[in-house]
């Protein structure tokens, strides 16, 4: 499903974080990254409606059946958090039932610059801070780029936490995501592979003639710092 249309709205996207480019125009936002980014992944049917899950604003919440005793707050990777029950339902309801935990799903992508991975992390909290009671217990389970998102989150507000689990940790700089960017159009659509491999050329050039200093916020090493003052 690499079409032609999303080549060009990749390329245009990542333009617009070239402050030198004659094409940096307000026309292309971030929105049009996170778009493109989650053309790639496959479709899902949506699931059934259910009685257990409820969704208010960027947060899905998964509730057990037996009484709940703390809740589990769930990020999970870039482009899948934005649809917490077609691709995590199953580990969802797995840890809500096995934990009588409420699981609260947070879709942090959703907008917004997709180099600020501050931003992200401010918007999670903010529409946690409306759901989480003082002196909960409140758990972390994340994937992927949701386990720098939730720990952005933790070390950015008050939000309580009692332990985190993490998946696939990802913390990759923003010419390594370019590469998985590829890799995910190769696995979920073979058929693409050799179109998104000339897209992400294309922007590693862009991004090498005009783009010096663009870069993920916070950059690796920055946010070990965040990390190790947050976790210990």
């Known amino acids: 499903r690499a079409s032609a249309s999303f080549l060009t709205s990749t390329i245009l996207a990542f333009l617009c974080f070239v402050p030198s480019s004659p094409w940096s125009l307000p026309l292309f936002s971030?929105?049009?990254?996170?778009?493109?980014?989650?053309?790639?992944?496959?479709?899902?049917?949506?699931?059934?409606?259910?009685?257990?899950?409820?969704?208010?604003?960027?947060?899905?919440?998964?509730?057990?059946?037996?009484?709940?005793?703390?809740?589990?707050?769930?990020?999970?990777?870039?482009?899948?958090?934005?649809?917490?029950?077609?691709?995590?339902?199953?580990?969802?309801?797995?840890?809500?039932?096995?934990?009588?935990?409420?699981?609260?799903?947070?879709?942090?992508?959703?907008?917004?610059?997709?180099?600020?991975?501050?931003?992200?992390?401010?918007?999670?909290?903010?529409?946690?801070?409306?759901?989480?009671?003082?002196?909960?217990?409140?758990?972390?389970?994340?994937?992927?780029?949701?386990?720098?998102?939730?720990?952005l989150a933790v070390s950015e507000s008050s939000l309580p936490c009692s332990s985190a689990t993490f998946l696939s940790f990802n913390n990759a700089d923003l010419l390594s995501s370019l590469d998985f960017l590829a890799a995910l159009v190769a696995r979920v659509n073979p058929s693409g592979e050799e179109a998104a491999g000339r897209v992400v050329a294309t922007v590693k050039g862009l991004l090498g003639t005009f783009g010096k200093g663009i870069a993920f916020k916070p950059g690796r090493e920055e946010f070990w710092g965040v990390a190790r003052d947050v976790w210990g």
């Open 30 to 151: 971030g929105a049009a990254v996170n778009s493109a980014i989650a053309s790639l992944v496959p479709y899902v049917p949506p699931p059934p409606p259910s009685d257990s899950w409820t969704t208010s604003g960027p947060l899905s919440t998964y509730t057990p059946s037996c009484t709940v005793t703390g809740t589990v707050v769930f990020f999970g990777g870039f482009a899948l958090s934005s649809e917490p029950r077609a691709f995590y339902e199953e580990l969802v309801e797995r840890v809500g039932d096995g934990s009588c935990s409420r699981v609260v799903c947070v879709n942090y992508a959703g907008g917004g610059q997709p180099l600020d991975h501050y931003g992200y992390a401010r918007k999670a909290a903010e529409a946690l801070g409306e759901v989480l009671q003082e002196g909960e217990r409140v758990d972390v389970l994340a994937h992927s780029l949701g386990c720098k998102v939730s720990t």
